[in-house]
């Protein structure tokens, strides 16, 4: 899975997230399936990211034959990196 993260700075609100399971995940019934899996996941990890994060965070076609604790292990580790390369970033004006 790929996880893409931005801190709106300007915005002071809880983190949003959002899901993008494609055609080559596999069939409606299997994307459904993984669709909530990951949102399950999500909604727990939510509260652990800073004010203002938005997440998206894309499916590959493993994440079809993956289970729950594999695609919650894959998410923590995506996140993770997210959060680092977004941390390391220096923001316009010097500050960091």
């Keep these: 899975m790929v996880v893409h993260l931005q801190i709106m700075s300007d915005v002071e609100s809880t983190p949003r997230a959002g899901l993008v399971v494609s055609r080559s995940v596999g069939g409606s019934v ?15 990890r939510l509260s652990a990211l800073p004010p203002g994060a938005r997440v998206v965070v ?39």
């Design 30 to 44: 299997v994307r459904h399936r993984v669709a909530r899996r990951l949102r399950h996941l999500l909604a727990s």
């Design 58 to 96: 894309r499916a590959l076609p493993p994440s079809a034959a993956a289970g729950s604790a594999e695609l919650g292990h894959d998410l923590d580790a995506a996140l993770r990196g997210a959060l680092r390369k977004v941390s390391g970033r220096k923001l316009p004006g010097g500050t960091q």
